[in-house]
């Protein structure tokens, strides 16, 4: 059997490759409108973008593209005074309206035409406005917007986090719109993005203006009402590609050809945002990490701002993480190695209270973390042992964990907003001990950050074409209320599970199927770290195997299988995967040795019995067919050696 299996195993791959490229070949081909073309934008405005620059206060930050070079103008007045019936051609409203001289410069970017940038300045705090910016003499504007300036005092506010688009097609965006057209209906004041806007325009590569196109010129209907404030991601790398789609308040003198770091306050928040692509050759393991030039300056930054209400970093690789990239588990993140070091004392030093991340696509929240000066290579960080937690009414939320008595970091990932690719959390990774909880639902993702006068509050949903559904909540709180966590405590994803389980597991490696009956042993907290463990006895090829599936608080799962056939070595093989809780369902997805997805949904069939309901990806059928053609090649060629 294991030589039937070593044979199967290329051939699976060549089937997964093979249905993989009949895919492809059946997908819509891309028509590249390159910005130097004069048609579907002419003249008109486009790869707009609005951000903060300086006082939040009293400024706003607009950044966008013409093919040809135009004036750069752009026209503020107060929302009550705008009449969006007659519009800013109104003769009525022309002495309210304030007017700013943008810059212009060809882009460094070819075929790019040209970039604009504009700042309105002498605004009044916590009042709403209307805007448009072009060219007065063609007459060619941009699509009114509105934004809300901050208040002078430090009221509660919400912004939405939102990671990775990172799309290469229209489908892609298409996604990406759907998402934050559903955002809308929870307000929030601005957007914070943790980079890879774009795919194909990577770090040390050229920039795609396609993609570009479809993730800002595309989506502002909808942007042009939120102040976007972004962080390069590796996929936005290429030199010049993200600085030349913002107006940020960057460091006089800084290095922007692959990113931008800057600042700003939002109402008593103070928010420090990293440029992590500000590195030597990741892949290099002596790589020196991130640039000291970004990283006095953020220290400075840091240094200024250590008393205020909450401190906020955002920045796209994240430092402590659960997926491949944070574990630099293929060898191409020593620069996220070197950045932990550099950059989490700094975080510990200063009081940092959350790091927004991105880079892997998952859902990641990890203890509070707190890191000594980096000395030597070992113990250079460890969890804050002595934070509490308590159980908390946030409005309409209840039962909400929330941490405090706190002195370290806390580093947050909120996955995909496309949803295009999935990273599954790294079991055994060298962050696996930093992590609170992770998980990934195969879903796009956006988490609303919600600032209380004394607490974060962290609401993460899942985003389909059909619903956007509430997914897990945090709070990080500054007060010292709660229980001691003594390094561990139960959380939201404690459930309770009784009856007994049967379902299809589909061997993908061996190219069968096994009835799996299964039944809990043990339940949740019946240890430190597990949630709960099933134990299944299965049958398959006239053998008898075992399945122990073991879920852990952390989120993640880890399926150990085991084989005995009659005169053979026993076959073992461990899969991974992860779940979550999705009210009172229990939802688990486990890779199989190919990568394909199997997802499980517990869910009540009546009185105290669950039932597992099995779907499968569509790698699984692809795998089977691969080994179905691979055995029918090995038993002709049986067939003609035996001739």
């Known amino acids: 059997m294991k030589k039937l299996v070593n044979k199967l195993l290329p051939i699976s791959v060549i089937g997964l490759m093979s249905a993989g490229l009949c895919l492809s070949m059946r997908m819509p081909s891309l028509q590249v409108a390159y910005a130097g073309e004069i048609g579907d934008y002419g003249d008109a405005t486009r790869l707009q973008s609005m951000s903060f620059y300086g006082d939040t206060r009293t400024q706003m930050g607009f950044c966008w593209t013409t093919s040809n070079y135009t ?10 005074k705008y009449d969006a019936s007659n519009g800013f051609d109104d003769p009525s409203i022309s002495t309210q309206i304030k007017y700013f001289d943008g810059t212009i410069e060809p882009s460094q970017i070819s ?11 002498g605004l009044k705090p916590d009042t709403r406005y209307a805007y448009r910016f072009g060219d007065e003499d063609l007459a060619r504007w941009c699509e009114v917007g509105s934004f809300k300036t901050s208040a002078n005092s430090n009221r509660n506010f919400s912004f939405l986090h939102i990671s990775d688009p990172q799309g290469d097609n229209e489908l892609h965006y298409e996604s990406y719109n759907q998402l934050l057209g559903d955002m809308q209906q929870f307000n929030p004041e601005w957007i914070a993005l943790t980079g890879d806007i774009a795919d194909d325009s990577h770090f040390g590569g050229t920039i795609d203006l396609h993609e570009w196109e479809l993730a800002l010129t595309n989506q502002w209907s909808i942007l042009k009402n939120y102040p976007v404030n972004a962080v390069s991601g590796n996929h936005d790398g290429a030199i010049n590609a993200f600085h030349a789609r913002y107006t940020n308040d960057v460091p006089a003198g800084s290095d922007s050809s692959t990113g931008d770091y800057y600042s700003f306050d939002y109402q008593g928040v103070h928010f420090t945002c990293l440029n992590s692509n500000d590195t030597p050759n990741p892949k290099d393991p002596n790589t020196t990490g991130m640039r000291e030039t970004q990283l006095a300056w953020a220290e400075a930054d840091l240094a200024a701002h250590k008393d205020d209400k909450f401190l906020i970093v955002m920045m796209h690789k994240g430092l402590f993480d659960a997926g491949g990239h944070s574990c630099n588990d293929d060898h191409s993140d020593y620069d996220i190695e070197q950045m932990r070091r550099q950059l989490a004392p700094l975080f510990t030093k200063y009081g940092v209270d959350l790091v927004l991340e991105g880079h892997d696509h998952l859902y990641n929240l990890s203890y509070p973390m707190v890191a000594d000066e980096y000395v030597g290579q070992d113990h250079y960080y460890y969890i804050d042992s002595d934070y509490k937690y308590s159980y908390r009414t946030y409005g309409d939320l209840e039962n909400v964990y929330t941490f405090s008595n706190l002195k370290g970091t806390f580093y947050f990932n909120t996955g995909t907003a496309t949803g295009q690719k999935y990273y599954a959390p790294v079991i055994g990774g060298s962050m696996q001990d930093t992590i609170f909880d992770t998980s990934n639902p195969n879903q796009k993702m956006f988490t609303m950050v919600d600032i209380l006068d004394n607490s974060i509050l962290l609401r993460t949903y899942t985003c389909t074409s059909n619903e956007t559904k509430l997914y897990k909540v945090y709070a990080i709180a500054n007060d010292s209320e709660g229980e001691s966590a003594g390094g561990g405590s139960s959380h939201e994803n404690d459930f309770v599970i009784e009856g007994n389980y049967s379902f299809n597991y589909q061997f993908s490696r061996y190219g069968h199927s096994a009835k799996v009956k299964m039944s809990t042993v043990k339940l949740i907290n019946a240890e430190a770290d597990l949630a709960a ?15 122990i599936l073991q879920l852990y608080r952390t989120g993640k799962i880890v399926m150990t299988n085991k084989l005995v056939i009659e005169g053979e070595a026993p076959i073992e093989f461990i899969t991974s995967g992860s779940w979550y809780m999705e009210g009172k369902e229990l939802i688990m997805t486990i890779l199989d040795e190919k990568e394909a997805n199997v997802i499980y949904r517990v869910k009540p069939s009546g009185g105290t019995n669950l039932g597992l309901v099995l779907g499968l990806s569509i790698g699984i059928p692809v795998l089977v067919a691969g080994i179905a053609v691979g055995v029918f090649f090995i038993i002709k060629k049986k067939k003609k050696e035996q001739k």
Not at 533 to 547: A, H, L, P
């Open 111 to 121: 075929d790019d035409g040209f970039i604009h940038r504009a700042v309105a300045t």
């Open 533 to 547: 463990k099933f134990v299944g006895e299965f049958t398959c090829d006239g053998g008898e195997g075992q399945s």
């Open 71 to 80: 004036q750069s103008v752009l026209q503020v007045i107060e929302q009550d």
